[in-house]
């Protein structure tokens, strides 16, 4: 979709798009159910890079201490804690730069998924930027999906992020669909961008060919000793708006209700729900931020008469319109 046409789509007046992005996520999404998913960081802090969000980067005085990489078995339980209460798609998080084959590490990192690939979950990781021979391994490995989120728009990347650029994601973001991988990719609301941002957040990711099988949605949470540790909470009504245009832009993506989820009320979730949320992180905790209780998940669905999705490990990337050009760079219309 073009800027323009995403703009026209949020001045709506707010039941009238919310009524319409119900009409889209009705029509692709028939079923009342939520995907839960589980995110586990198994590599926390001293990150070298610069996210101004991000409480695990080593330039900030955060309070997050730095571990190693967790040992598989216990990286193992977790994952058959979040299988047993009722995931069905487990994300591992590593606070890294990337992944460069060859390395210990890296084969480590495989050695993990392998394991992990055989519980009935899809599998999810977040490992930074991504080599095409990487890629592949990961997805032979057992990866059905890489996240790697955009954060934000082209115009307002560099004020969050300077030790890499938007082409760098764009890139990795190429590499995993090049080695059969669906693609998670989102963005962060919050980071002192304009309503003009976001839209351009979406219409980069609407323009990805395919289009992503998953669009996390994330609130700051404003982490103490970051540069963006004193920004204003997101409107509720805007993120409902945000979710709502995500939904008729990328109308066969699970859209994410993610990060911020402990500062919406029930009645906030409930709305965007109704506007075009299908999944959510489930646990105790999203990377270093707090989750709501599982419980307390579990109850509000309920309230909702919303089901769970049934596992789908086998989990197949969308496929390319031959019609459009692929996932663009930065070079491309859709993003400068």
């Not at 991000?54 to 955060?62: D, G, K, P, V």
Request: charged share 20%; net charge negative.
């Amino acid at each position: 979709m073009t800027l323009s046409e995403l703009q026209s789509l949020y001045d709506l007046p707010f039941f009238e798009l919310i009524q319409r992005s119900r009409g889209v996520h009705e029509a692709n999404w028939p079923e009342a159910e939520v995907q839960l998913c589980t995110l586990l960081s198994i590599k926390t802090g001293g990150c070298s890079e610069d996210c101004s969000y991000c409480a695990q980067s080593a330039r900030y005085n955060s309070g997050v201490q730095s571990e190693r990489l967790m040992e598989k078995a216990a990286i193992m339980e977790r994952a058959q804690a979040a299988r047993d209460t009722g995931s069905t798609r487990f994300c591992m998080g590593a606070a890294w730069r990337g992944v460069r084959g060859g390395t210990q590490r890296f084969e480590q990192v495989l050695d993990i998924i392998k394991d992990v690939s055989t519980l009935g979950m899809e599998v999810c990781v977040t490992l930074g930027e991504l080599g095409p021979e990487e890629a592949v391994r990961l997805r032979e490995a057992g990866v059905t999906a890489y996240n790697h989120n955009l954060d934000t728009s082209p115009e307002h990347y560099p004020n969050i992020v300077t030790s890499h650029t938007y082409e760098d994601r764009l890139r990795t973001i190429r590499n995993v669909q090049a080695a059969g991988m669906s693609v998670c990719c989102g963005g962060i609301l919050g980071l002192g961008e304009t309503i003009t941002d976001r839209l351009r957040l979406l219409e980069v990711i609407s323009n990805f060919n395919p289009q992503p099988e998953s669009v996390p949605i994330n609130s700051l949470m404003p982490m103490p000793g970051t540069p963006l540790a004193e920004n204003p909470q997101v409107d509720p009504f805007d993120l409902v708006r945000m979710i709502a245009v995500a939904r008729i832009a990328v109308p066969k993506a699970k859209i994410r209700l993610s990060a911020g989820r402990t500062r919406l009320s029930d009645e906030t979730q409930a709305l965007c729900f109704f506007a075009g949320a299908n999944s959510i992180f489930y646990g105790e905790k999203l990377l270093t931020a707090k989750n709501p209780a599982v419980e307390k998940d579990r109850a509000l669905l309920s309230k909702l008469g919303l089901s769970t999705l049934a596992p789908n490990p086998s989990l197949t990337p969308p496929e390319a319109d031959p019609d459009l050009p692929a996932t663009p760079s930065c070079n491309g219309s859709a993003c400068c």
